[in-house]
């Protein structure tokens, strides 16, 4: 993702005897506008009569500070506690506001941006229940191109000759690490400020015609979160680094000596190479440079990345409104106009737990198991012929054999309406099962109606051999009846019509439900046919068989229904044929 580095300006109130300098600040305060008058000399190389200076936001000099902390330090601690780095600097004049900005007033109401931010951050640590925190601190600073160590306890009594120096490293992949700088793990909002008020106690600070209380040394304070997220296990660490850079001053105009001389040379210099990294990041943008100069200052060493790295920036322009400083005020504005144009590159910075990892990895592992143990339940043991399947495709379990036997039973009775399978498998395995029933079935209905069949031939037989013997007697000719004779062979012959008429009407009604069955009951090219005239059952295959549609099954149920009817009821007549 990309980030611009976001510039501010801040003007401090005027203080000169000599009143401050005409200039504008547009209504929607992004512009930032100097006006000057032909009667008076400002010693600027410029022959316009104003000079404009666009910025993400101007801050008059009634700003507050609360104004300031939620304008440009707000959105920077959000997106570190999402996992980004930061950096808040603060650049200017010596005596613009810098320090004031960045550490604040002696009072709590006027504190700056960095105990407010560690406020924040602790409150937010209360609100993000789901994500546990921890926060880390180091501060430092660089007096005369040597970085010291604010936070060592051995510094507050020791001149700062004995000091142990911090050094900078690179390791193989890049990565900046400093020696014998400490870092200092916080629990409380009040750990960090106490750190923060020893450091600040330390700092070199001098006074100077300028500035009563100077500050002679760059600062860097960092805060290093690590978060852990609770619910995923992810854990993501991010630095924000809050630095208040020493004012750059003019010679001429300060007469210092000694001490403060060397001083003011060492920070000019460092600005300078500051400046430098800059330009040549601008240029490396558009394609005309490659080398970026970051070696040639300490200070640009430690803030490679905040420069031209995986880091969102924020500038604060710190200008004074005196008349006798508009030309440095016009300065730090041209530096912030340059600095605009810069673009890092940002990413989350997830830390991999190998903890973690591993149980994750011991998860899916296990799943993987249980799918190949399903596999081999169903398809037997692994051979590397798979029949074209796909491990791929196995995205669910694959259901147990006797499962997948009852839900398709459960389907061809109509007791479900849909079979639910996961993988390509199970819906193969599905036909596959319906057709083992349908032929088991087929030839159980076969069976049954080769069954019927032959009981319709011997009931065709021995009615005809009725017929004919009751033709014969009819042909005779019948005694004559004496009054005494008895009628009970009369009796017996007429139960014996009734009885043969009966027969008849039942083997009608078979006849007629085997058309039922040789009209409808058709799957897979197998077709069993029963004889209307008492022939016998023919069992073929055939590529193309259709049920022929006729008004005798008009009114019949869907053929699972059919099969099952026609069985119960080929059964049931069965048992009333002649036993012969």
């Given at each position: 993702m990309k980030a611009q580095v976001e510039i501010y300006g801040r003007l401090r109130p005027t203080q000169s005897k000599l009143g401050g300098v005409p200039y504008y600040v547009a209504e929607n305060k992004t512009r930032l506008s100097f006006q000057f008058s032909r009667q008076v000399n400002y010693n600027l190389v410029s022959n316009k009569d104003s000079l404009d200076f666009l910025f993400h936001q101007v801050f008059d000099q009634d700003s507050t500070q609360e104004e300031v902390f939620n304008v440009v330090a707000v959105p920077v601690v959000m997106s570190c506690l999402d996992g980004y780095n930061g950096t808040i600097f603060a650049y200017g004049q010596t005596g613009s506001g810098k320090t004031y900005t960045m550490s604040g007033a002696d009072s709590w109401q006027m504190r700056g941006m960095i105990p407010r931010v560690?406020?924040?951050?602790?409150?937010?640590?209360?609100?993000?229940?789901?994500?546990?925190?921890?926060?880390?601190?180091?501060?430092?600073?660089?007096?005369?191109?040597?970085?010291?160590?604010?936070?060592?306890r051995r510094h507050v009594n020791a001149p700062m000759e004995s000091w142990s120096k911090v050094t900078p490293s690179e390791d193989d992949a890049g990565n900046l690490h400093l020696r014998n700088l400490t870092v200092h793990e916080c629990h409380s909002e009040q750990d960090a400020i106490d750190l923060l008020m020893m450091g600040n106690f330390v700092r070199q600070v001098s006074a100077t015609p300028m500035n009563q209380s100077s500050s002679r040394s760059h600062c860097i304070f960092t805060v290093t979160l690590e978060a852990?997220?609770?619910?995923?296990?992810?854990?993501?660490?991010?630095?924000?680094?809050?630095?208040?850079?020493?004012?750059?001053?003019?010679?001429?105009?300060?007469?210092?000596?000694?001490?403060?001389?060397?001083?003011?040379?060492?920070?000019?210099?460092?600005?300078?190479?500051?400046?430098?990294?800059?330009?040549?990041?601008?240029?490396?943008?558009?394609?005309?440079?490659?080398?970026i100069p970051y070696r040639n200052s300490l200070m640009t060493i430690i803030l490679k990345d905040s420069l031209g790295g995986n880091c969102k920036t924020v500038m604060v322009a710190t200008m004074s409104s005196d008349i006798d400083n508009l030309e440095e005020s016009v300065s730090t504005a041209r530096f912030a106009q340059r600095c605009a144009q810069l673009e890092n590159e940002i990413t989350r910075n997830e830390k991999v737990d190998l903890n973690i990892l591993v149980k994750r990895l011991e998860g899916e592992n296990a799943s993987l198991q249980e799918e190949v143990e399903a596999y081999r339940r169903t398809y037997g043991p692994l051979d590397g012929k798979t029949s074209g399947r796909s491990w791929a495709s196995k995205k669910s379990a694959i259901l147990p054999m006797e499962e997948l036997r009852c839900r398709v039973v459960d389907f061809l009775n109509e007791e479900r309406q849909?079979?639910?399978?996961?993988?390509?498998?199970?819906?193969?395995?599905?036909?596959?099962?319906?057709?083992?029933?349908?032929?088991?079935?087929?030839?159980?209905?076969?069976?049954?109606?080769?069954?019927?069949?032959?009981?319709?031939?011997?009931?065709?037989?021995?009615?005809?051999?009725?017929?004919?013997?009751?033709?014969?007697?009819?042909?005779?000719?019948?005694?004559?009846?004496?009054?005494t004779i008895s009628t009970t062979p009369l009796m017996a012959l007429k139960r014996k019509d009734e009885q043969?008429?009966?027969?008849?009407?039942?083997?009608?009604?078979?006849?007629?439900?085997?058309?039922?069955?040789?009209?409808?009951?058709?799957?897979?090219?197998?077709?069993?046919?029963?004889?209307?005239?008492?022939?016998?059952?023919?069992?073929?295959?055939?590529?193309?068989?259709?049920?022929?549609k006729s008004s005798s099954n008009s009114n019949l149920k869907s053929p699972a229904t059919l099969q099952f009817n026609l069985y119960s009821t080929f059964k049931q007549s069965a048992h009333k044929l002649p036993k012969t």
């Amino acid at each position: 993702m990309k980030a611009q580095v976001e510039i501010y300006g801040r003007l401090r109130p005027t203080q000169s005897k000599l009143g401050g300098v005409p200039y504008y600040v547009a209504e929607n305060k992004t512009r930032l506008s100097f006006q000057f008058s032909r009667q008076v000399n400002y010693n600027l190389v410029s022959n316009k009569d104003s000079l404009d200076f666009l910025f993400h936001q101007v801050f008059d000099q009634d700003s507050t500070q609360e104004e300031v902390f939620n304008v440009v330090a707000v959105p920077v601690v959000m997106s570190c506690l999402d996992g980004y780095n930061g950096t808040i600097f603060a650049y200017g004049q010596t005596g613009s506001g810098k320090t004031y900005t960045m550490s604040g007033a002696d009072s709590w109401q006027m504190r700056g941006m960095i105990p407010r931010v560690l406020t924040l951050m602790f409150d937010q640590f209360e609100k993000r229940k789901n994500v546990e925190h921890k926060m880390y601190v180091s501060f430092m600073e660089i007096y005369n191109e040597t970085a010291y160590d604010l936070l060592d306890r051995r510094h507050v009594n020791a001149p700062m000759e004995s000091w142990s120096k911090v050094t900078p490293s690179e390791d193989d992949a890049g990565n900046l690490h400093l020696r014998n700088l400490t870092v200092h793990e916080c629990h409380s909002e009040q750990d960090a400020i106490d750190l923060l008020m020893m450091g600040n106690f330390v700092r070199q600070v001098s006074a100077t015609p300028m500035n009563q209380s100077s500050s002679r040394s760059h600062c860097i304070f960092t805060v290093t979160l690590e978060a852990r997220h609770l619910d995923t296990g992810s854990v993501f660490i991010s630095k924000l680094h809050m630095v208040d850079l020493a004012g750059s001053e003019r010679i001429s105009k300060s007469h210092v000596e000694g001490s403060l001389l060397a001083e003011a040379k060492h920070i000019n210099l460092s600005l300078s190479f500051l400046e430098q990294v800059i330009i040549a990041l601008n240029e490396k943008s558009m394609g005309t440079r490659s080398h970026i100069p970051y070696r040639n200052s300490l200070m640009t060493i430690i803030l490679k990345d905040s420069l031209g790295g995986n880091c969102k920036t924020v500038m604060v322009a710190t200008m004074s409104s005196d008349i006798d400083n508009l030309e440095e005020s016009v300065s730090t504005a041209r530096f912030a106009q340059r600095c605009a144009q810069l673009e890092n590159e940002i990413t989350r910075n997830e830390k991999v737990d190998l903890n973690i990892l591993v149980k994750r990895l011991e998860g899916e592992n296990a799943s993987l198991q249980e799918e190949v143990e399903a596999y081999r339940r169903t398809y037997g043991p692994l051979d590397g012929k798979t029949s074209g399947r796909s491990w791929a495709s196995k995205k669910s379990a694959i259901l147990p054999m006797e499962e997948l036997r009852c839900r398709v039973v459960d389907f061809l009775n109509e007791e479900r309406q849909t079979i639910d399978v996961g993988t390509l498998e199970d819906a193969q395995e599905c036909f596959r099962v319906m057709r083992e029933i349908y032929n088991l079935r087929m030839q159980e209905y076969v069976e049954e109606l080769t069954l019927i069949s032959e009981k319709l031939k011997k009931y065709d037989s021995f009615i005809n051999s009725t017929s004919r013997r009751k033709d014969s007697k009819s042909e005779r000719t019948p005694p004559r009846l004496s009054p005494t004779i008895s009628t009970t062979p009369l009796m017996a012959l007429k139960r014996k019509d009734e009885q043969n008429s009966e027969l008849v009407e039942e083997r009608s009604r078979l006849s007629h439900k085997s058309e039922e069955f040789r009209s409808v009951f058709s799957v897979n090219g197998v077709v069993a046919l029963g004889g209307s005239n008492g022939g016998s059952v023919a069992v073929y295959s055939s590529k193309e068989v259709k049920p022929t549609k006729s008004s005798s099954n008009s009114n019949l149920k869907s053929p699972a229904t059919l099969q099952f009817n026609l069985y119960s009821t080929f059964k049931q007549s069965a048992h009333k044929l002649p036993k012969t």
